[in-house]
């Protein structure tokens, strides 16, 4: 078992974000977005590939400057039969200063290296072991993103862990479990997080990079966090190639909410989700998905009147946590559904308290009448005709005076103080 409580967090949208359909980040897009994911307190972010295309040669050629979060380059082991300190992809890495990290994605699945990479099952060994030592001489932190890592497993756990091991006795901080196809389910990920941490990795060394093909992303990361992994890499909204990434904005609030995980965000900058979150949308024009869980619009709205009027009395009856904790906000909606509660409380939202506009109506009434007793003393619709009766009207026999004009039962909005239906005067 994982004895430390703080799990670090790794964004992978400047990368991952930029492989989905439609997505064009320019270097100043990518400078907007990392901004924000430093203020809202990540440990690390990832800028793209240096010599992969010329925006992310621009964008590490003029790097945002970091606060908080580490800067990481995306790269990839070294080519087969070519030693490291020869591989141009591995020497590009460290054409940037502003690189701190290293992440570099190998092969730990048996099928992908025969099949995809044609190459000896040893050699891919070697090929993660050298570019980790190597990339190690150029900057301080190196990771290796175990590429296929759950299906490799599943279909080879001696080789899978050999790639790990690897990666680990060449020095590398991280080994990053990846879901590269997204086929994964969290009872699978938490069984295999747990075989291999009991095969001698430990889960401080070990991270979680989920892809969303089965919706599971997200429940993906928090079980291999449960299980023992202490980084989680994702992308803001879960913005990624096919069906998106693990989405940070959701793992971010569920670690620090629900399963008491210490990150390097503060209770404070939690309450700029939502503002991060609309970065994003912003950057890429598109329109903020109301139903996103924690910073929806509609995430904290309440339609229906019963949910509504037990809102009102506490707001733990119909949400999970407070919407102000991550910087959403209630939303009473008033609608041919909605219930008088809701009117109550959106008026209350507005500054109007209805109990108010109940007496200021009445004493409006009392006026027009020329009675011997203060209108602003009337409390309600009872002490009206209690005065009222004092100085000698009667209601006992008029019944039509509390029905709505043309209704045919008595309802509230009574015609009282109608001048054809003013009852006899004593
Ligand atoms: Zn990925």
Redesign the pocket.
């Given at each position: 078992m994982s004895t430390s409580n703080r799990v670090y967090l790794y964004d992978?949208t400047l990368?991952?974000g930029a492989?989905t359909q439609g997505v064009d980040f320019s270097a100043a897009d990518k400078v907007r977005i990392a901004r924000a994911l430093d203020a809202l307190g990540l440990d690390y972010i990832e800028g793209g590939w240096p010599g992969a295309n010329p925006t992310d040669d621009s964008f590490f050629a003029n790097p945002p400057r970091l606060e908080r979060a580490k800067l990481a380059a995306f790269g990839m082991t070294r080519r087969a039969g070519r030693s490291a300190a020869n591989d141009p992809g591995l020497n590009a890495l460290k054409a940037h200063d502003a690189v701190q990290v290293v992440t570099m994605v190998g092969k730990s699945w048996d099928f992908q290296v025969t099949v995809a990479l044609g190459i000896e099952l040893e050699e891919n060994l070697r090929m993660i072991g050298d570019s980790v030592a190597h990339a190690g001489k150029l900057v301080g932190e190196v990771m290796l993103?175990a590429e296929h890592f759950f299906d490799g497993y599943k279909a080879n756990p001696g080789y899978a862990l050999a790639a790990l091991k690897a990666a680990l006795s060449n020095g590398a901080r991280w080994m990053v479990l990846?879901d590269?196809n997204g086929g994964s389910l969290p009872h699978e990920v938490e069984r295999i997080v747990a075989e291999v941490i009991a095969a001698g990795i430990p889960g401080e060394r070990l991270g979680v990079?989920?892809?969303n093909d089965t919706d599971s992303a997200v429940a993906n990361s928090l079980a291999a966090v449960k299980a023992g992994v202490r980084q989680v890499?994702g992308t803001i909204n879960g913005l990624?190639?096919r069906c998106g990434?693990a989405n940070l904005i959701s793992i971010i609030p569920n670690l620090m909410l629900k399963m008491g995980f210490e990150t390097g965000i503060t209770e404070e900058g939690l309450k700029s989700l939502v503002s991060v979150s609309r970065t994003l949308d912003e950057v890429l024009d598109r329109k903020p998905n109301r139903s996103q869980p924690y910073v929806g619009a509609s995430a904290f709205a309440h339609k229906g009147g019963l949910h509504v009027s037990a809102v009102a009395k506490d707001p733990a009856c119909y949400e999970h946590v407070d919407p102000a904790r991550v910087g959403n906000v209630r939303q009473i909606v008033v609608s041919d559904q909605a219930g008088r509660s809701n009117i109550v409380a959106r008026m209350a939202d507005l500054g109007i308290d209805i109990e108010t506009v109940k007496r200021d109506a009445l004493v409006r009434v009392v006026e027009s009448m020329q009675v011997d007793f203060d209108p602003r003393e009337v409390a309600d619709l009872v002490d009206l005709i209690k005065r009222l009766e004092h100085e000698g009207y009667a209601y006992d026999t008029a019944a039509a005076s509390f029905e709505p004009a043309g209704a045919p039962r008595p309802g509230p909005g009574a015609r009282l103080l109608h001048p054809g239906a003013l009852p006899r005067h004593r």
């Amino acid at each position: 078992m994982s004895t430390s409580n703080r799990v670090y967090l790794y964004d992978t949208t400047l990368r991952d974000g930029a492989q989905t359909q439609g997505v064009d980040f320019s270097a100043a897009d990518k400078v907007r977005i990392a901004r924000a994911l430093d203020a809202l307190g990540l440990d690390y972010i990832e800028g793209g590939w240096p010599g992969a295309n010329p925006t992310d040669d621009s964008f590490f050629a003029n790097p945002p400057r970091l606060e908080r979060a580490k800067l990481a380059a995306f790269g990839m082991t070294r080519r087969a039969g070519r030693s490291a300190a020869n591989d141009p992809g591995l020497n590009a890495l460290k054409a940037h200063d502003a690189v701190q990290v290293v992440t570099m994605v190998g092969k730990s699945w048996d099928f992908q290296v025969t099949v995809a990479l044609g190459i000896e099952l040893e050699e891919n060994l070697r090929m993660i072991g050298d570019s980790v030592a190597h990339a190690g001489k150029l900057v301080g932190e190196v990771m290796l993103d175990a590429e296929h890592f759950f299906d490799g497993y599943k279909a080879n756990p001696g080789y899978a862990l050999a790639a790990l091991k690897a990666a680990l006795s060449n020095g590398a901080r991280w080994m990053v479990l990846c879901d590269t196809n997204g086929g994964s389910l969290p009872h699978e990920v938490e069984r295999i997080v747990a075989e291999v941490i009991a095969a001698g990795i430990p889960g401080e060394r070990l991270g979680v990079h989920c892809h969303n093909d089965t919706d599971s992303a997200v429940a993906n990361s928090l079980a291999a966090v449960k299980a023992g992994v202490r980084q989680v890499q994702g992308t803001i909204n879960g913005l990624g190639e096919r069906c998106g990434n693990a989405n940070l904005i959701s793992i971010i609030p569920n670690l620090m909410l629900k399963m008491g995980f210490e990150t390097g965000i503060t209770e404070e900058g939690l309450k700029s989700l939502v503002s991060v979150s609309r970065t994003l949308d912003e950057v890429l024009d598109r329109k903020p998905n109301r139903s996103q869980p924690y910073v929806g619009a509609s995430a904290f709205a309440h339609k229906g009147g019963l949910h509504v009027s037990a809102v009102a009395k506490d707001p733990a009856c119909y949400e999970h946590v407070d919407p102000a904790r991550v910087g959403n906000v209630r939303q009473i909606v008033v609608s041919d559904q909605a219930g008088r509660s809701n009117i109550v409380a959106r008026m209350a939202d507005l500054g109007i308290d209805i109990e108010t506009v109940k007496r200021d109506a009445l004493v409006r009434v009392v006026e027009s009448m020329q009675v011997d007793f203060d209108p602003r003393e009337v409390a309600d619709l009872v002490d009206l005709i209690k005065r009222l009766e004092h100085e000698g009207y009667a209601y006992d026999t008029a019944a039509a005076s509390f029905e709505p004009a043309g209704a045919p039962r008595p309802g509230p909005g009574a015609r009282l103080l109608h001048p054809g239906a003013l009852p006899r005067h004593r």
